[in-house]
């Protein structure tokens, strides 16, 4: 693969040590009082392609970007996108509540994380190379803010998704016990009922009680009783 016409001439110096496939990672290259920036448009977490921005500063103290446009306004417009970026992840950042939400988050700020890092190196780089350009110092200072503020929100995304694994662990954790709990006192109970059901199935006992010859409409009220001793027995197995 060939990298794309520029619609500037580089310095031989600096041409020398550009590849012919592709302009290559974030950095600086200075040669022949030329300072050539190659930086990295914001990435996307689904695609591996880069788009390459070029600013390359003149003996002069001027700008000019790679396709021939005002170098200033396009370094500019590069950290403004970042920024833009940052803006959009913070947001999602503040709606995300759920784990999922929380991976995807970080799935998408890694790739810029990592990008705005190399782009703020680059352009210190570009500072060093320049040292009295104002210009270059207030682009590295802003990029070195936005690289902070990726660094700063990713930390805080992890931290927010392990508070949410660690709290989910503990209601199942807290839910468990309960469990084992109600299973203990069911067991208790089959232990106190199971001998004497057992006597009754073998002996097959009839006792007379005297409540044989109430009327009819004790049914209700022993089937309430039975269904209130239900709810007892509920309510102590399972509080």
């Not at 004497?196 to 199935?201: E, Q, R, S």
């Amino acid at each position: 693969m060939q990298r794309r016409a520029l619609a500037i001439q580089l310095p031989s110096g600096i041409e020398a040590r550009l590849g012919d496939h592709s302009f290559g990672r974030q950095r600086a290259i200075c040669e022949d009082d030329h300072v050539l920036v190659v930086l990295h448009a914001p990435p996307t977490s689904d695609s591996l392609e880069r788009e390459t921005v070029l600013v390359l500063r003149l003996p002069d103290g001027g700008l000019v970007a790679g396709d021939g446009t005002d170098g200033a306004a396009r370094l500019r417009g590069l950290v403004a996108d970042y920024r833009a970026r940052y803006e959009e992840c913070d947001r999602a950042y503040d709606e995300a509540d759920s784990a999922d939400e929380l991976f995807t988050l970080l799935a998408r700020l890694a790739p810029l994380n990592r990008a705005s890092t190399n782009m703020a190196s680059a352009l210190q780089a570009a500072r060093d190379a320049a040292r009295d350009d104002k210009f270059l110092i207030g682009m590295r200072d802003e990029g070195y803010e936005v690289s902070r503020a990726f660094d700063l929100l990713v930390v805080d995304a992890k931290l927010k998704l392990d508070h949410r694994i660690a709290k989910n662990a503990e209601e199942q954790s807290a839910q468990a016990h309960a469990m084992a709990a109600a299973q203990h006192k069911l067991n208790v109970l089959a232990a106190i009922t199971f001998p004497i059901m057992a006597l009754a199935t073998v002996l097959g006992m009839n006792l007379r009680h005297g409540l044989e010859d109430l009327p009819a409409a004790m049914f209700p009220v022993v089937l309430g009783l039975g269904v209130a001793i239900g709810l007892f027995v509920k309510r102590w197995v399972a509080p």
